[in-house]
């Protein structure tokens, strides 16, 4: 489920040629987004999913998705808000009018990331090669999604399918991140 | 060629594969399956280096890491790495080794004469000898010393190679792959456990590949490993990691292991990387590290040819090669006898076994008989002959009043020794665990475990082939059982053989020379011998930890594992206290020498540290623009155009941008969406500034302070609504900034309803300064008013630029009329490069950012960072205009009223001018008030900024100075070693002092 309306969300960018495409794992970027970053109080949360169009996950680390939406989790009172990059301003204005009065913020950070889909069997393997977290499917399933390190670099994991990975960073972090993965997969092209 | 000490057949190296190889020079063959050591060894090459201080000629001791002696060099794509040893380094084809330590030659050595000399170097001689004169140190002593001493020389070019790295995650980690290390991986694997299966050699099985006189299931003990291995490799449970050195074990079960990846390849595929770190946080950890033998402290125990008895029994039965044709074995265990019979199996001559115990195992002395070997009991080793390769022993006779009685000479041209096996508990140390004495073992065993581990084996003192196996069967069933909760019963496999060694000795051995001109050597490769640590008792070192530093034992690369026991026994004796008194020395990381790349890793070149770029990057590149390192950030210097060095650069940028517009990328200024109820709130309780009743619309300038007071960032703010401020900080205060921004939000005000969202990357912004700065955007934005009257200084509007939507403010860091546009990154390039042609129409320019500092320099104005270095405050800057008068309360409002800040004396921050206006100060010089203050005056100031102003023709500089603001129009001194320059202290606005050209 989660698996099939991210990739319906997330999807390459066609004007970009892969980053690396190996069998065993490939780096794709991403099309441009809308990004809202929305913190709020639990009250709020129902209208905001309302507006949104996907409910507001509460459990950690966890993501929300429905058609074209994706909530994903990042704090106790942080959510960003994840849709297709011309519903920027209308989702917008929904949610500051729904929300209305209630105590909240919503800021548009559509352009402070760039995602990139890394996918194939060994997708775990080349992300453990700089970020520490445990990629095991028990440990972190199909839909968890994270901020962490990858070396040196913030940035934000969200696993939508067994083997496929979105991962965010800050645009100027971006060409480290991608570097450094494409460097490490290397060794993968030795027979 | 032949390799005159191979024998006719068996061990494990591929005789259909021979390799070439060299050794200074000296070309050899070997086999695959060889380390270096083996294959020098099967060619009759004993001598493979000179010692560390005396120079003494030394050879292979060990199979194993611990090696202390057989130190080599490799060169590889025309460098050579240093210091690898031996018994590790796996043979290919085409290898060049190299020796060290030597010159000119191995075989002739000048160094050796410090070992005619080691009356000159005692223990401890670097405390005494070279006391005096004191300045000889530097410029004698030490550089002499370090000349002669030393092991390899260090590589001269960049690391060629690679290094990867890789976290990872496992239920049950297994260090070492002997019998115990092999049956816990089993054991844990097959209750579905995530099994990591490490050991540092090439193959797994450890003692099992060279034991033949045992077996296990009825299989020869090297069938059942790969029986065994052929299991686990089946598992998708199971990472088997050989060539793989556990070498770290820190806190949380945290452990790094090194993977040699390329070392052993002749010609590695270039993508590869040569070795890795994994960074593996296992739930339980089972150290199966194995023992390692222990030498005999005996005169002259160094001579090439000298090995430890398991060491040669390990060349014999795994590599195909014998040590020596005629072998003397001396031993204080059983283990050692088996050595012996071995090697007469394959046609050695066993010169003698000698054994220091009176009564030794009565099977093996029938073994032994059996065999025709000689047998002296009651009998020690007191001394060899032999420069290059021993060639005789000679032999003592322990008499009941403890004497010795020479017991004649022996002729050999290898001798085996053993003095018992020491438990490798340098993990189990490094885990923190504190180990405790088995007197029954004569061993340090491992005590309590600290974190989630279990020694097994050989590691804990365990000896015995079905033993070893039991207890690793069980500690892999209790490590799956504590990590994941499930058990599982797997058969155990049965061994006949390999029963438990019994016997061994500490401390030096007796002998009948003079002891005064013997060494005994206790830790060979920094050349510590008995009669050292004895001396560094006397000379009043009772710890052990103080005898290791006095005379280096225990300090070579294998942290003791050969020489600590035996030093440890001495000292005890020297100091007449039991042996636990005096204590161990502690082990730590790393277990074997680790290389710096592999700690490295990928943090190099290109990817030492992110490198941000902003979205004018490429234009900037594509028109010459210099960059600067800022932070991460890489943001443009200046643009030098025709040939133009810097200075004449910036003073052409600074002229354009005063005279008509100037354009600068500003997108790396940290910017944080502040929004909420409460927005206004937080903005007054953060920083010094009044923030409620700014208009929406209308910017200020913020000063940050922190508790204590000190300005610590500095920005200007926006108010877009009611309950929305766009916050600018410094570029380096970015992170930073935020940080507290939340820490307070969290910890002190969490009832306050607001957020903050850093938006550094959301937007990027070009700043486009100068008189003609309007005329330059106003074909451009839409939906803002550009009047004076509608937007004035300090205001901010949202509308489009190009169609795009924009923040625009009005503000200026040069004193100009100003305007930085804010559109969404991904627009930035857009933005910059219409921007960058249209200023090409009002003759403008592009700047970086000395230009900026120059401009911003001639009107006063601070940067945080480099006007101020954490210890200044409001008033300190003359900021004090900054503070809300009427505030309750901001970050710093308490501080500030220290009554040390609101004392006199305070540096203050003024501006100072040379009384040549072509003098240009240096930023950080001294400012005092004596042209030629005597050595010792403290100074009233330094210089903070300065530079040559384009608009004044003339240089100008800011500095903060003691009671500054006091001295306007004195003059001072700025004492250079060119002599004294004056300065007259002045105001630190420069340039339009009135400000008019900003509010045009």
Avoid at chain 2, 237 to 242: E, F, K, Q
Avoid at chain 2, 670 to 691: C, Q, S
Avoid at chain 2, 875 to 900: S, Y
């Amino acid at each position: 489920m989660s698996e099939l309306l991210a990739n319906d969300l997330i999807t390459p960018d066609a004007g970009e040629s892969p980053l690396l495409s190996l069998s065993e794992v490939s780096i794709l970027k991403a099309a441009p987004l809308t990004r809202l970053s929305l913190r709020a109080r639990d009250a709020s949360l129902k209208d905001a999913g309302k507006a949104f169009g996907a409910a507001l996950p509460v459990n950690p680390l966890l993501a929300e998705t429905s058609k074209k939406r994706a909530a994903l989790w990042m704090g106790p009172d942080e959510w960003t808000l994840l849709a297709p990059e011309e519903d920027c301003q209308a989702l917008f204005t929904a949610i500051e009018e729904k929300l209305g009065d209630q105590p909240h913020s919503l800021v548009d950070i559509s352009d402070r990331s760039e995602a990139i889909i890394v996918s194939g069997e060994k997708a775990s393997w080349l992300l453990n090669t700089g970020i520490f977290i445990d990629f095991s499917i028990e440990s972190f399933p199909v839909g968890t999604v994270t901020r962490t390190v990858f070396h040196k670099s913030p940035v934000m994991v969200w696993r939508t399918g067994t083997d496929t990975f979105v991962v965010e960073a800050w645009v100027s972090f971006m060409e480290y991140v991608t570097g450094l993965l494409v460097q490490s997969a290397q060794e993968l092209e030795v027979a | 060629m032949s390799q005159p000490f191979r024998t006719e057949k068996g061990g494990r190296i591929d005789r259909n594969e021979q390799l070439t190889f060299t050794f200074d020079g000296e070309q050899m063959q070997g086999h695959k399956g060889d380390t270096l050591a083996s294959a020098l060894l099967a060619n009759g090459v004993h001598l493979v280096g000179r010692s560390f201080k005396y120079h003494r000629p030394r050879g292979i001791i060990s199979s194993g890491s611990e090696e202390p002696n057989a130190l080599v060099g490799i060169y590889r794509n025309g460098d050579q790495t240093p210091n690898l040893r031996a018994t590790q380094v796996e043979l290919y084809q085409g290898l060049e080794a190299i020796s060290q330590n030597r010159f000119p030659s191995l075989g002739f050595d000048i160094g050796a004469i410090n070992d005619l000399m080691s009356p000159l170097f005692p223990a401890g001689f670097y405390y005494k000898t070279f006391m005096w004169p004191k300045s000889f140190w530097d410029r004698v002593y030490e550089p002499v010393i370090r000349a002669a001493a030393g092991l390899g020389k260090p590589p001269k070019k960049p690391d060629h190679d690679f290094y990867g790295n890789l976290y990872a995650h496992c239920d049950v980690l297994v260090a070492g792959s002997g019998p115990s290390g092999l049956a816990a991986a089993l054991a844990a694997a097959e209750t579905g456990a995530k099994v990591i299966l490490c050991d540092e050699q090439a193959e797994f099985g450890g003692s099992l590949l060279s034991e033949n006189s045992a077996s296990v299931d009825g299989k020869e003990p090297a069938d059942w490993v790969a029986v065994t291995l052929a299991r686990l490799g089946a598992m998708d449970n199971v990472t088997l990691l050989p060539r793989t050195t556990a070498f770290g074990y820190f806190a949380h079960n945290y452990v790094a292991l090194a993977e040699r990846i390329t070392d052993h390849i002749a010609n590695p595929d270039p993508k590869l990387p040569r070795e890795r770190l994994w960074q593996v946080r296992a739930k339980e950890v089972v150290i199966a590290a194995g023992a390692i033998e222990r030498p005999l402290v005996f005169p002259e125990n160094d001579r090439p040819g000298i090995l430890l008895a398991d060491a040669g029994r390990t060349y014999l039965n795994r590599y195909g090669v014998k040590v020596g044709h005629k072998v003397l074995v001396a031993t204080a265990s059983d283990s050692a006898w088996q050595a012996a019979f071995d090697m007469a199996d394959h046609g050695v001559e066993v010169a003698a076994i000698v054994d220091l115990r009176e009564t030794p195992p009565k099977n093996l002395m029938a073994i032994a008989e059996a065999r025709g070997i000689r047998v002296e009991a009651g009998c020690v080793v007191t001394g060899t002959l032999g420069r290059k390769r021993v060639k005789a022993a000679l032999l003592g006779r322990l008499m009941t009043s403890g004497q010795v009685a020479s017991g004649g000479q022996v002729e050999c041209d290898a001798l085996l020794m053993s003095g018992g096996w020491t438990p490798t508990v340098s993990l189990y140390s490094q885990s923190r665990g504190k180990v405790v004495w088995d007197g029954d073992k004569g061993a340090f065993v491992p005590g309590k475990s600290v974190q989630h581990e279990r020694s097994t084996g050989a590691s804990k003192g365990l000896y015995g082939l079905q033993a070893t196996l039991e207890d690793g069967y069980a500690a892999g069933e209790n490590a799956a059982k504590a990590a994941t909760g499930k058990s599982a019963k797997i058969a155990y496999s049965t061994a006949t053989g390999g029963e438990a060694s019994n016997g061994g000795t500490l401390g030096a051995l007796p002998h009948d020379r003079n002891a005064s001109r013997v060494k005994a050597f206790v830790d060979y490769q920094n050349d510590v011998t008995a009669k050292d640590v004895k001396l560094a008792v006397r000379e009043g070192m009772h710890s052990i930890e103080h005898i290791k530093r006095y005379t280096t034992t225990g300090m070579a690369t294998d942290q003791g594992r050969l020489s600590n026991m035996n030093a440890l026994k001495i000292a005890s004796g020297a100091l007449d206290r039991p042996l636990t008194d005096v204590g161990l020395t502690t082990f730590r990381q790393p277990f074997t020498p680790t290389t710096f790349g592999l700690f490295a890793g990928v943090s190099r070149g290109d990817f030492f540290d992110p490198v941000r770029k902003t979205p004018s990057h490429d234009w900037v590149v594509e028109n010459g623009g210099v960059f600067e390192d800022v932070g991460q950030w890489k943001r443009t210097w200046y643009f030098p155009k025709n040939g133009e060095d810097m200075h004449a650069a910036v003073a052409r940028e600074c002229k354009i941008a005063r005279e008509s517009v100037g354009l600068f990328d500003a997108s790396t200024l940290g910017k944080i969406e502040v929004v909420g109820p409460d927005a206004a709130e937080f903005l007054e309780r953060m920083y010094t500034n009044p923030w409620k009743k700014l208009a929406t619309g209308r910017c200020r300038y913020g000063l940050l302070l922190n508790d204590a007071g000190f300005i610590t960032d500095d920005g200007v703010i926006g108010r877009l609504a009611e309950g929305r401020f766009h916050v600018t900080t410094t570029t380096g205060g970015a992170p930073s900034v935020f940080a507290r921004m939340e820490d307070y939000l969290q910890t002190e005000w969490p009832d306050l309803d607001v957020w903050i969202t850093s938006t550094t990357e959301q937007y990027a912004v070009a700043a486009v300064q100068g008189p003609k700065a309007r005329e330059v955007i106003a074909p451009f934005i839409e939906g803002i008013d550009l009047s004076a009257e509608n937007l004035p200084h300090m205001s901010v509007r949202e509308g489009t630029f190009c169609g795009v939507p924009c923040r625009l403010f009005r503000i200026s860091f040069t004193g100009e009329l100003g305007f930085e546009i804010n559109v969404s990154r991904r627009h930035g390039k857009m933005m910059w490069e219409t921007l960058a042609k249209e200023i090409e129409k009002h003759s403008g320019t592009a700047y970086g950012t000395e230009t900026m500092h120059v401009l911003r320099a001639e009107k006063g104005y601070i940067i945080v960072g480099q006007d101020t270095d954490g210890t200044v405050t409001p008033q300190d800057a003359g900021m004090t205009w900054a503070i809300g008068k009427k505030k309750l309360d901001f970050v710093g409002k308490r501080g500030l009223e220290r009554p040390d800040l609101k004392a006199d004396g305070r540096p203050q921050f003024v501006g100072l001018l040379t009384t040549d206006p072509k003098v240009k100060l240096e930023e950080g010089a001294q400012v005092t008030v004596a042209e030629n203050p005597a050595t010792g005056t403290s100074a009233e100031g330094h210089v903070t900024s300065s530079y040559y102003s384009p608009a004044l023709d003339r240089t100008i500089a800011l500095a903060m100075v003691k009671n500054g603001q006091a001295l306007e129009g004195k003059t001072l001194y700025v004492p250079m070693p060119e002599g004294s320059i004056p300065v007259e202290v002045t105001g630190t606005v420069f340039y339009d002092k009135e400000g008019a050209r900003i509010n045009v």
